[in-house]
Every structure is written in structure tokens, then in C-alpha cells.
């Protein structure tokens, strides 16, 4: 019987803690998830759920010195980057594992060409010299569609239209053909058509080197057009952790379906967009129970007593509610029984 292959990236208990002066922020309270090669995993939720942070935590790239890792370990092929001394860490980002960042005008050097960009990072991790380095940068170009590649070396970032530049990003990260590529929104703020090029490009580029792709991401039809699993992520939480096909299918938790719930129908003429009533909690003063519970239709005292666990209710679905555990039927059976007392 052949070995189970190893995962190609497993988060377990992942904590990433702010110590500040309004107190403790907990943007990534408790993480886990694993990434297999050439697998794609989405991570959705809205604004202020920790997805940015936890792709930061991966990399290790958290704002110091309020911010830290306080918990969980991130196992990259078996080897625990939490544990990685800093130089050891700076040969993983950009080789190993590359991300390509949600604004280009704030990742790319304003005053640099950007073909000198992406040399610069082949230069340090290929061991390449000055002119095959800006030969593979220009070919690089090229790979994701950026017409005249040889000219658009020379230019600065500011001479790119915003489409120019996120295919700069997918260069500059795919430069060293890493093993992980994280995708921090890499669509925010392109056209349609633009944001269909790139996620093609990212899928390409995905098949020619096996790649396994993290997706971060708010859009919904950017899961459905890319992800494999996907992991629901509601203030600092994991609420859900189940495959594409699963979530528009049959999503689970009361979160999830609040997301599918608001999308737009285009099949109707005039059609009131459904919300999720009230807002994510504050990371600084998180709920005892529930991180949902002030937020859930079908919220019950247990909700805001105690956080649930992440309840594994198939095979492939995991769900943090407690709509899916014995203590939600207890209650549900206590309640009835109260309100039949009542009314005896």
C-alpha cells in the first residue's frame, strides 16, 4: 500500500494576536486547514474576518512588535515555519512560497522598472547573473500576458494600467516557480474582463507547476470559478471548512448562508438584496459563546454561553454550530417542554 503523500502546507491552531493599547485583538483565533499540491483553497468571508492576516501569519510577514503568533504551528512540507530562525524564513518567502498582494501600487517600488523588480527577486533566490535575470524577468512578462514585453520592462509601475500591474504581481511571485502561491484579492477594483484574464492566468500557470494557490477572496464567483476546498472564515474563526461543489450546494452554517443569500439573482427584473443584519464583532471584544450568535436567526442560549467546535457532519464538511451537535436537540427538547408547560 503506497504512503499517504504529506500535505504540501497544514495549519493547526493558528493564533495571530495584537497586543495594542485598547487591549488584546485576535484576528486569527484558533486556524486550521491543509493545502494539497495543486489544490486550490479559497478562504472567504467578509472585510475584518482575519483572512488577510492569516495569508500575513503564513508568511510571517505580521506588523511587528504589537503583532505576533501566539499559538498553532504552519507545516510547510513537515517543516514548522513558526520555528524557522528569520534568515531561513526570508529563503522560503518568494521561492517556496509567493503571494501575490492585494494592491500593486503599494507592493511594487514606484521609482524602479519593473522589470528590475522581478530580476531582483530572481537575482536573490536563483543565483542567476544580472543579465539572465532580466532575461527570465522579460520572459516572465511575457508568461502572463503583458504585450511587448521587452518595453514594459523598462517602465515604471505608474506608466501600467491597474491590469498591467497585477500581472506584474503574478510575475514577480511566480518568478522562482514556487510551490505555494497565496492570492490576496488579486481582482479588487479590475473589470470583468480583466479579473477573468487573471484568475485564467493564476489557473495556467497552476497546471504548468503543479502549484497548490490559496485564495483569498470575498467574491463568491471567484470561489465557484477556482477553489477545490474552502475554508469560511468569520471573525477570526473557521465557521465552515467544506469543498466548492458542497457550499453552493448545500451550504451549513447560518454565516454561510447569509453569503449566498446576498447575492444578487439575475434572473429577476427588480429583486430587494437580502443583508445579514448587524456587524462582525470587534477583534478586541470578542463574544463568549458564538462569534455569530448576535448576528443568527437561529440563535438559542447555548449560542452565546459557549463557541462551538467545528463539528465534522460529513466527510468532506466541517461546520462550527451548534445546530449540528446533541446539544442542540437537548435544548430544542427542554424548550419544548417549557413552552408545552405553559400552555398546559
Excluded at 493564533?15 to 483553497?41: A, H, M, R
Excluded at 503583458?146 to 523598462?154: F, G, L, N, V, Y
Excluded at 477572496?217 to 469560511?232: F, R, S
Amino acid at each position: 500500500m503506497a504512503e499517504k503523500e504529506i500535505p504540501i502546507l497544514e495549519v493547526k491552531g493558528l493564533k495571530t494576536y495584537f497586543t495594542t493599547k485598547k487591549g488584546t485583538s485576535k484576528p486569527v483565533d484558533g486556524i486550521d486547514f491543509v493545502l494539497n499540491k495543486g489544490e486550490t483553497l479559497g478562504i472567504v468571508g467578509e472585510s475584518g474576518c482575519g483572512k488577510s492576516m492569516t495569508s500575513l501569519s503564513i508568511l510571517r510577514l505580521i506588523p511587528s512588535p504589537s503583532g505576533k503568533i501566539a499559538g498553532g504551528s504552519i507545516l510547510f512540507k513537515g517543516k514548522d515555519l513558526v520555528k524557522l530562525p528569520e534568515s531561513e524564513m526570508r529563503k522560503v518567502r518568494g521561492n517556496d512560497i509567493s503571494m501575490i498582494f492585494q494592491e500593486p501600487m503599494t507592493s511594487l517600488n514606484p521609482v524602479i522598472p519593473v522589470g528590475e523588480q522581478i530580476a531582483e527577486a530572481i537575482r536573490l533566490h536563483q543565483n542567476l547573473g544580472k543579465k539572465a535575470a532580466w532575461e527570465k524577468s522579460v520572459e516572465m512578462l511575457r508568461l502572463v500576458g503583458i504585450p511587448s514585453p521587452e518595453k514594459r520592462a523598462k517602465q515604471e509601475p505608474f506608466q501600467l494600467s491597474g491590469g498591467m500591474r497585477q500581472r506584474v504581481m503574478i510575475a514577480m511571485a511566480l518568478a522562482c516557480s514556487p510551490e505555494i502561491l497565496i492570492a490576496d484579492e488579486p481582482t479588487t477594483a479590475l473589470d470583468v474582463t480583466i479579473q477573468a484574464q487573471i484568475l485564467e492566468i493564476i489557473k495556467n500557470l497552476q497546471k504548468q507547476l503543479g502549484m497548490g494557490v490559496i485564495m483569498i477572496t470575498h467574491d463568491l464567483g471567484v470561489v465557484a470559478e477556482t477553489c477545490d476546498q474552502v475554508v469560511v472564515m468569520y471573525a477570526g474563526n473557521i465557521v465552515e471548512h467544506t469543498s466548492s461543489k458542497e457550499l453552493f450546494a448545500n451550504p451549513k452554517h447560518p454565516y454561510t448562508q447569509g453569503l449566498l443569500a446576498s447575492l444578487p439573482n439575475i434572473t429577476e427584473d427588480v429583486e430587494e438584496l437580502r443583508t445579514i443584519e448587524g456587524t462582525i464583532p470587534s477583534p478586541y471584544n470578542l463574544p463568549k459563546g458564538c462569534r455569530f450568535s448576535s448576528r443568527c436567526p437561529h440563535s438559542k442560549d447555548i449560542c452565546s454561553e459557549r463557541n462551538p467546535e467545528l463539528f465534522e457532519v460529513s466527510d468532506e464538511t466541517k461546520v462550527r454550530c451548534w445546530i449540528y451537535s446533541d446539544n442542540w436537540n437537548n435544548q430544542s427538547k427542554r424548550e419544548e417542554g417549557c413552552l408545552n408547560e405553559k400552555h398546559s
